[in-house]
């Protein structure tokens, strides 16, 4: 099993721990789905099929999840309610006949119920799928063959592309780097002028073990979302400096990740000129090849009145 994967599937296996999950957001590695009787196995099979395709992951049945209101399309649905199924041990045998019966080539996932409570008939379902290396795994259903994959957001039909990419070879990431200046900001008695570093995939494959390489003159201050996802390394005599996901960080394709903001740091004075920068990266991942990038930014002059 994948790390994040067992980990959410032993986690989930506790009560306590399913009940905590409302108010909490789904993940690319963790869906939710509602049962309505027969009529939810199209949208279970589906997302079986969307996880396999993907990196592999856990499904919960039960709990209700739905978009915020003001949530974007790449936004995962957030768990509202937490709702036991009336028979978890019915409900898992549907859908363990309808993953045989409409998943190709099929799959061999990892099942476990939750009762509710102890004797009782009532609880969840919980299901372990693990990623599929082969070619993609494809929904049969009322008359129609479909590929789906689960990436930011949810899970989609999958693109011709990607379904090309998955019959030809396992696809390939591409990652990307981009430096981009923003507004400089007063700090006391300091004015800062930043730049943004951007990670971004624009190939069909998901990258996994990301990390960025960075050198320059300037300052590689903090990993923009949160140290703990892309946290810096021990720094190098030559004045690299490292930082890299996690053993689960995956970057989807299409995905953009604001890994870090780096500084220059000058007196908070009318006219301050700030010296040019240069900016040197390499980016790599799992089965990627390293690549470099290069950026340049002439001289900046600060001016009073910036926040």
Known sequence: ??????SLFEELQSLDAISSLVGKSEQPEFECKSWHGKGSLPSIVEAVCGMANAVGGVILIGPIAKKDKNAGPDDFDVIKEVRPVANCEGVLSEIQRAIEEHLRPGLVFTPVTIP??????????LLYIPEWDGTPQMVEMAGCSNFYQRSSGGTRRMLYYQIADRFGRRP??????????????SLGMEIIRPFEIIVKNTGRGTARYPSIRLQGNVSFIYAYQNPSIWPPQP??????VSFRGGADEVIYPGDVVKVLTASQMGPREEGHVFNAVNIRAEVMAAEVEIRE???????ARSFFGQS
Request: aromatic fraction near 12%; glycine fraction near 14%.
């Open 293 to 299: 990038f290069a950026f340049e930014f002439g001289e």
């Open 172 to 185: 390939r990431p591409v990652l990307e780097v981009v430096v981009r200046e923003i507004n400089m900001k």
């Open 116 to 125: 509710a409570k102890e004797g009782e008939a009532s609880g969840y379902v």
């Open 1 to 6: 099993m994948a790390k994040r994967g067992e």
């Open 235 to 240: 720094g190098r005599a030559d004045g690299w």
